[in-house]
């Protein structure tokens, strides 16, 4: 996450900006299934670690538990990696997993807004230990995400979230951007995108909303508001895609 400034380094905020969800708004898909993946292909024998993701998804279906503890539980095979490899891990990741799976339609609006005088801001509850390298390849984007700690002890080290906002999702993310000193005070002249119901908080902060794939439930809330929809080129119809994410919930395999 872009760290704040001291309060002698405060400056006035751009007024204009355009907030961008991650996961399913500009790529498509659960980034952190992804990293899992990515992990697991790395160090193979972490792969032990998903009876504890089964077990996880079983007590949220159950409602035993909530997606937070289930993030921590997908995240615990990280807190194994030393911090240095982590880093260069979550770099790796980004560029060879992330970056191409950006959509070009979404992407060429965020430029777009760039070009426009718009700031970007990618604003999302996936891991900030791996989406602050977006940075990286998206020249002028703050990042904001989860912020997690990994313990570095322990023999079940279970992450925890490392800020007072815990989970970046629904209404803290609405809570964080008017508490911040680098955003503006509203979303006046501002516009953001995304795919879950989920983020209505945020796209009704916003004087702009735009729906990128929505779910159901977004879909119906959109056509209320009056927001815009679009539905960047997927060649895998819903169902195909919900199937696909179930498969590599339960399994981390696949392309």
Not at 190 to 209: F, G, K, R, T
Request: charge should be positive; hydrophobic fraction near 40%.
């Amino acid at each position: 996450m872009s760290p704040a400034p001291k309060e002698d380094e405060k400056s006035s905020p751009s007024g204009r900006v355009a907030y961008f969800d991650f996961d399913d708004t500009l790529i498509p898909g659960d980034s952190i299934l992804y990293w899992k993946r990515f992990l697991f292909r790395k160090k193979p024998f972490r792969r032990y670690f998903q009876f504890l993701s089964w077990l996880g998804v079983l007590a949220f279906l159950l409602r035993l538990r909530g997606p937070e503890t289930l993030k921590r539980i997908f995240l615990l095979p990280t807190s194994y990696l030393a911090p240095d490899e982590r880093e260069s891990m979550a770099r790796e990741f980004v560029r060879e997993e992330l970056i191409p799976k950006l959509y070009p339609e979404i992407l060429e609006k965020l430029r777009a807004h760039q070009a426009n005088g718009l700031r970007v801001v990618i604003i999302s509850a996936s891991p900030d230990f791996y989406l602050n390298h977006l940075e990286e390849h998206l020249p002028g984007a703050r990042v904001i995400g989860t912020s997690i700690e990994f313990p570095v002890k322990g023999l079940l080290r279970l992450p925890k979230f490392d800020s007072e906002w815990g989970n970046m999702k629904g209404e803290t993310k609405v809570k964080f951007l008017r508490g911040d000193t680098l955003e503006p005070n509203t979303g006046k002249d501002c516009i953001a995108y995304s795919d879950n119901h989920s983020d209505a908080p945020l796209l009704q902060y916003a004087e702009h909303a735009v729906a990128v794939q929505p779910n159901r439930k977004l879909e119906l809330l959109a056509k209320e508001k009056g927001w815009s929809i679009i539905r960047p080129f997927i060649r895998q119809s819903r169902w195909q895609r919900n199937l696909s994410k179930a498969w590599l919930l339960l399994t981390c395999l696949g392309s």
